[in-house]
């Protein structure tokens, strides 16, 4: 259904009277957010009757997380609720994918004119990535586009980080270091937003099902005991797992050889032990463990 005229240019959210700094936070954050094909600009913000709104381009085909739920990319995947989109194909995906890509980068970089200043989005997932239409067709071909700047921080302009207490927790797309980290990088965004991109492609080849059994999946499978105070009792949907780790077999005796040594002194001892270790630290943190090696 088409809705009604006044809502076909703009979309008003809607933020309660008890969130006077939410707010205010927001509106910064959009302004500090660069002009691009693939970011949502903020048309307008005003206090009305003691609840704070903002106004934004209407999205004719909702967020992604819709996009998943109410097309198919074939007649092979469609499910009856779903329509087949007649509009899609690989370049289309393609082009998405490196918009939004390109997008992100432009939020995470500086500029002069306009001045704009780098800052980590903080809550890229499906439900913040609106599909706007092309044209004046209400089902396709959609441009997808950024939005939603309420949890975004500003990053030291020096290091490119953020501490981690003022970030939120994004449940799912979350990167590993947000649990265990005092501080976060820019590259926090690029794997959520790679995550997406996981699912975006899942539900192109395979369709919405597929999407649907992948979140199953990733809430049966739980944290390992040992890497976690719940026991590998909670149930979370992440694209990570959290797994505890030992020293080789080999390693144990030689560093118990090393301890023992009447060769060197205590403190001598105890450098060499550290060093040890520190190499089997080495070897079993491989990039996959957190976000800071995605290019």
């Not at 704009?116 to 441009?143: M, R």
């Not at 077999?249 to 040594?261: A, D, F, G, M």
């Amino acid at each position: 259904m088409r809705p009604p005229l006044s809502k076909r240019w703009s979309y008003t959210r809607v933020i309660g009277n008890q969130a006077k700094k939410a707010y205010k936070r927001e509106v910064r954050a959009n302004c500090r957010a660069p002009r691009h094909d693939r970011i949502v600009p903020l048309l307008a913000a005003f206090k009305h009757r003691e609840k704070f709104h903002l106004i934004l381009p209407w999205a004719r085909g909702g967020n992604l997380a819709d996009l998943f739920q109410n097309y198919a990319t074939s007649t092979e995947t469609k499910t009856e609720e779903q329509q087949v989109a007649d509009w899609y194909s690989e370049r289309w995906l393609l082009a998405q994918c490196l918009g939004l890509a390109d997008g992100l980068a432009a939020v995470h970089r500086t500029s002069d004119n306009p001045p704009t200043s780098a800052q980590i989005h903080a809550d890229i997932k499906p439900e913040n990535i609106l599909c706007f239409a092309l044209g004046e067709a209400d089902h396709g071909p959609f441009d997808l586009k950024l939005a939603d700047f309420g949890e975004a921080q500003e990053v030291d302009p020096e290091t490119n980080t953020v501490p981690v207490k003022r970030v939120p927790h994004t449940k799912t797309y979350r990167p590993p270091e947000h649990d265990t980290d005092d501080i976060l990088h820019l590259n926090y965004d690029v794997w959520c937003l790679a995550c997406v991109f996981i699912e975006l492609l899942t539900w192109a080849i395979a369709g919405s099902e597929a999407a649907d059994k992948f979140e199953l999946g990733r809430l049966a499978e739980r944290d390992e005991r040992k890497a976690t105070t719940a026991g590998g009792n909670v149930f979370a949907d992440t694209f990570f797992k959290k797994v505890s780790t030992r020293l080789k077999h080999r390693l144990e005796p030689q560093i118990r050889i090393i301890h023992t040594s009447k060769t060197a002194d205590g403190e001598d001892k105890e450098d060499a032990e550290d060093a040890v270790v520190k190499t089997q630290v080495i070897q079993v943190s491989t990039p996959a463990f957190t976000s800071r090696y995605i290019k």
